[in-house]
C-alpha cells in the first residue's frame, strides 16, 4: 500500500457526457493514501456521477482514473471492486441475515468469511450480535452501517461514500459520522464522501472539493474552502 500522503487515488481530466451534455466535465484531482476529500456541491452539480466513475460504476467518455499509479482500465473488473468499495445513499441489502450480506463480496471470489471476520466487521460498526438478524428488521441506520460492514469486507483500499446520512435521522446521522470517522482511521483507509452539507464535510474531512455544473469550483485544505465560501 502507498506511504501516507502519496497520491493512492487520481482523477485526470475525469468527463462523462450523456445525452450531449457532460455532466462530469474534466475533473482532475489527487486523493492521498490514507486522506478523507469531501466532494460537496448542489443537487445536480454532478458529485454522484463524479463518485461513480472513480468506481467504473459508470464509464468515463474522457480522461480516467488512476489506482496507486496504475490506470483503473488496465485492472479486471473483479479487482478494482475489491479495492474500491462503496456505501451508497440508500443502503441496498440482499434479502437473508446480516452475515450473508457482509459475506457476499469474499462469497464472489470463492472465499467464505469466517464467522470471527463477520464479528469483527460487525463490532467495528457498531453492531454486535447482529450476525444471524434478518435485514428486514434493521433500521435504517443499522441497515447503513451493514452496507460499511459489507463494504470493509473485501478489505478495500479506497472507500467511496455517496451521501451516506441522507436518507437518516439526526441521531443516524451522527454516528454514521462517527462510524466513518473511526473506521477511516482504524484501516487507514483513503476515503472520498460526497455530500450535500459543507458542515458535515467540515467533520469527515481534511480536504473539499466544490462541484458546480460538473467542474471544480474549488479544491483544496478544509479551513481554506471553508474561508473561500463563507463559512469560517
Known amino acids: 500500500m502507498d506511504a501516507p500522503g502519496t497520491a493512492l487515488l487520481r482523477a485526470e481530466r475525469l468527463t462523462r457526457v450523456v445525452a ?11 486523493v492521498a493514501a490514507g486522506d478523507v476529500l469531501a466532494v460537496v456541491g448542489p443537487s445536480g452539480s454532478g458529485k454522484s456521477s463524479f463518485l461513480r466513475l472513480l468506481d467504473r460504476l459508470d464509464e468515463p467518455t474522457g480522461g480516467t482514473v ?62 454486535p450480535s447482529f450476525a444471524d438478524r434478518a435485514v428486514d428488521h434493521l433500521s435504517g441506520g443499522e441497515a447503513q452501517r451493514v452496507s460499511v460492514a459489507r463494504a470493509l469486507a473485501n478489505r478495500p483500499e479506497v472507500l467511496l461514500l455517496d451521501e451516506p446520512t441522507s436518507a437518516l435521522d439526526d441521531a443516524s446521522k451522527r454516528g454514521i459520522e462517527a462510524l466513518v470517522t473511526e473506521v477511516v482511521r482504524a484501516r487507514g483507509l483513503t476515503c472520498v464522501v460526497v ?4 458542515a458535515q464535510a467540515a467533520r469527515l474531512a481534511r480536504r473539499v472539493m466544490v462541484v458546480e455544473a460538473g467542474r471544480v469550483r474549488r479544491v483544496g485544505p478544509l479551513e481554506e474552502v471553508l474561508r473561500a465560501e463563507g463559512m469560517d
Do not use: K
Open 195 to 198: 455530500t450535500h452539507d459543507l
Open 20 to 30: 450531449g451534455r457532460a455532466i462530469v466535465d474534466g475533473i482532475s484531482v489527487e
Open 66 to 127: 488512476y489506482l496507486g499509479g496504475r490506470d483503473y482500465r488496465a485492472l479486471p473488473p473483479r479487482e478494482l471492486r475489491r479495492r474500491v468499495g462503496m456505501v451508497m445513499q440508500a443502503p441496498v441489502l440482499f434479502p437473508g441475515t446480516v452475515a450473508e450480506n457482509v459475506r457476499f463480496g469474499p462469497a464472489q471470489r470463492g472465499e467464505r468469511l469466517p464467522d470471527a471476520d463477520v464479528a469483527r466487521l460487525l463490532a467495528l460498526v457498531g453492531l
